[in-house]
C-alpha cells in the first residue's frame, strides 16, 4: 500500500490511514461516489456508532445523508443523538407486534417510504428475516464485535475473553439468512490485554469500529453507485 499521511479528525477522533495497520482491507484512499448515498441506521443501544456515522457525514469523510433511524426499543439512547442530530427517527417497538414478520415489514415499509438505498444495522439487536434481506440484497450491512468468522451471535466479546484469545476486533459484513454469515467488507484487529475486563476491551473495539463503520458505507455506496452506471 501506498504512504498515505492524510489525517481525519473530529473532536474526539484523529488518526492517520498510514497508523491503522490493524484494519484490512485498507486502500490508500477513502472511496468516493457520487451522488450522495441515503441511509437507514438501525439502532436497539446507545448509538454510539450512530452518532459516528454523522460526524462522518458532518466532516465531508462520506457523501451520504441519514434519510431515517429506526429504534425497536422505545428507551434506546440513540434517539437522544438523533435528536440532538436533527435526524429523523421513528420507534418501531418489536413488543408492539404479534410476529417478528410484522415488525420486519413495519421496518421495510418506513424503508420503502423514504427511498432508502442503504441499510445499516449499527447496534440492532433484532435478527433481520428474509423479506428484508431480499429486498436490500448487498444494501444490508451490519458490524459485529469480533473477527468473523469466530465468536458469532451475542456476547461476542465475552465469548473472546472466555476462549482466552489474543486478538479480537470488529467486522462489517454483507447481511445473510445466517446470522453472522455474510461476506466481510472491513475488519479491523484489537489485541487482549492479559487486565482486559469486557468493558474495557469493549472501549476498544468500540473505537475501531467507529473508524471502520464509515469506511464499509463508503465503500458499498460506491458498488451501488457503480452499478447503478453500468445498468444505465
Keep these: 500500500m501506498k504512504q498515505d499521511n492524510r489525517e481525519y479528525t473530529d473532536k474526539k477522533l484523529s488518526y492517520h490511514l498510514n497508523d491503522l495497520n490493524l484494519i484490512s482491507p485498507l486502500d490508500s484512499e477513502i472511496p468516493l461516489f457520487e451522488p450522495k448515498i441515503k441511509l437507514g441506521i438501525l439502532a436497539s443501544g446507545n448509538g454510539s456508532n450512530f452518532e459516528y456515522i454523522i460526524k462522518s457525514i458532518q466532516n465531508k469523510q462520506l457523501n451520504a445523508e441519514i434519510s431515517i433511524l429506526i429504534v425497536n426499543n422505545p428507551n434506546c439512547l440513540a434517539i437522544k443523538k438523533a ?31 423514504l427511498s432508502v438505498e442503504l441499510v445499516v444495522m449499527a447496534g440492532w439487536m433484532r435478527i433481520v428475516g428474509k423479506e428484508i434481506i431480499n429486498m436490500y440484497k448487498n444494501r444490508l450491512i451490519n458490524i459485529h464485535p469480533s473477527i468473523l468468522p469466530s465468536f458469532k451471535g451475542i456476547d461476542a466479546i465475552q465469548q473472546a475473553i472466555d476462549h482466552r484469545v489474543t486478538i479480537t476486533g470488529c467486522t462489517v459484513h454483507y447481511v445473510q439468512k445466517e446470522v453472522d454469515s455474510g461476506s466481510i467488507i472491513i475488519q479491523a484487529a484489537v489485541p487482549i490485554k492479559k487486565q482486559d ?3 474495557s476491551l469493549k472501549k476498544r473495539i468500540q473505537k475501531m469500529e467507529h473508524i471502520i463503520l464509515p469506511l464499509a458505507i463508503a465503500t458499498v455506496a460506491k458498488d451501488i453507485r457503480t452499478n447503478f452506471k453500468d445498468k444505465k
Aim: net charge neutral; charged share 40%.
Design 83 to 113: 435528536i440532538k442530530y436533527k435526524i429523523p427517527y421513528v420507534i418501531i417497538n418489536h413488543r408492539d407486534c404479534d410476529s417478528r414478520v410484522e415488525h420486519d415489514m413495519l421496518v421495510m415499509k418506513k424503508l420503502e417510504e
Design 197 to 199: 475486563t469486557k468493558d
